[in-house]
């Protein structure tokens, strides 16, 4: 049975009335006829606003190597345990035509905060640029708004930089040496520059709360970000955080879902994180309102060394397999470049 108040939160969001209360009781909702409702109002705002078709994003993780101590993360700094490696240019310049000759038009280039030369990846944009017809997404962490403006003149289409948390304690307790503010700072730089900007949050990391949740999701409709991503957090044994419980895999969806509704446009991902947790869960991700998925190009050899966090989903998926998961969740497969879909970009 569904609640009168649910209703009345889901409709005033419809509606493009978003008010925190409403957030925080749908974020909340744990009823299975009122998850599935919630799910399935923002499956069509989705299908409304993004038509229903799942981005597939080819996603190459150029390096393992990181300055940063983000305290949740297997690749800090401080892990002597991780395994490191960086690829050469040609070596990604064969991810990046393995993926176009597949026919994908976005290629995902991450890497963890590594200093590589700003000069070697302005030019790894252009030979790319040069010899490929896809769209180039950066995932490089933070970088000053020099670099960032070099890269974007050379051709780069996109950044994704997650915020993690709007909420200041909760982002010390994530990070030793990062300040919240810088990070407003770079995502406040990427949307100057008029890259198609992503941002986005982990779900259940400890000390977070539906309340912060709620902020978050306001500060998503506020910037309004071309590109979110949110996954569940899966705590990593060589962290801090290591005997902590995952993330809740209904709280995801349901913040995958608000989020929907509330912003309508962005490409939202199945995260791999989603993926990952107890089992494969992206289709979930997709029946509760995501539109992207991101299989991993990344050379076989280096995929299992990218560990952010343990088990990490990073088989390589075929067509077939991708093919089931769009038939599953009514949805085509779109390899285009598929950009922004906000009304201001149109
Ligand atoms: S999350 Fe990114 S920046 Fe932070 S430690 Fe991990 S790889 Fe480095």
Request: charged fraction near 25%; include cysteine; hydrophobic fraction near 35%.
């Amino acid at each position: 049975m569904i609640r009168k108040e649910v209703y009345g939160a889901i409709d005033r969001l419809v509606s493009s009335s978003v008010h925190k209360e409403d957030l925080k009781l749908l974020l909340s909702l744990t009823e299975a006829d009122e998850v599935n409702y919630l799910h399935a109002a923002a499956c069509s705002v989705r299908n409304e606003f993004c038509k229903k078709r799942i981005a597939l994003r080819a996603l190459i993780e150029i390096s393992s190597i990181c300055t940063n101590s983000c305290r949740y993360c297997g690749l800090n700094r401080y892990n002597r345990d991780a395994c490191r490696y960086s690829l050469t240019e040609e070596q990604i310049l064969e991810c990046v035509s393995y993926a176009a000759d597949q026919g994908y038009r976005t290629v995902v280039l991450q890497s963890g905060e590594d200093n590589r030369d700003a000069d070697s990846i302005a030019n790894l944009i252009v030979s790319i640029k040069r010899s490929f017809p896809v769209a180039v997404t950066l995932s490089l962490g933070e970088r000053t708004y020099e670099e960032y403006k070099e890269w974007r003149k050379t051709g780069a289409d996109r950044y994704l930089l997650r915020i993690e948390s709007t909420d200041e304690l909760l982002y010390q307790s994530m990070h030793t040496d990062r300040t919240l503010s810088s990070r407003l700072k770079c995502l406040e730089d990427l949307q100057s520059l008029t890259y198609q900007t992503g941002s986005g949050i982990m779900v259940g990391f400890p000390g977070q709360t539906i309340s912060t949740i709620a902020d978050d999701i306001m500060f998503f409709n506020e910037k309004q970000f071309d590109m979110l991503g949110i996954g569940p957090f899966i705590p990593h044994p060589q962290t801090p955080f290591s005997g902590c419980d995952p993330g809740d895999l209904i709280l995801t969806l349901n913040t995958l879902a608000v989020t929907r509704l509330v912003t309508r446009y962005p490409w939202m991902p199945s995260t791999t994180a989603l993926g990952s947790l107890h089992g494969d869960h992206r289709i979930d991700g997709l029946m509760a309102g995501t539109n992207v998925i991101m299989p991993n190009f990344t050379p076989s050899h280096y995929k299992s060394q990218y560990e952010i966090y343990p088990d990490k989903q990073s088989e390589t998926e075929n067509e077939e397999r991708l093919h089931l998961i769009a038939q599953k969740s009514s949805l085509s497969i779109d390899k285009g470049r598929c950009d922004s879909l906000l009304p201001r970009r149109l």
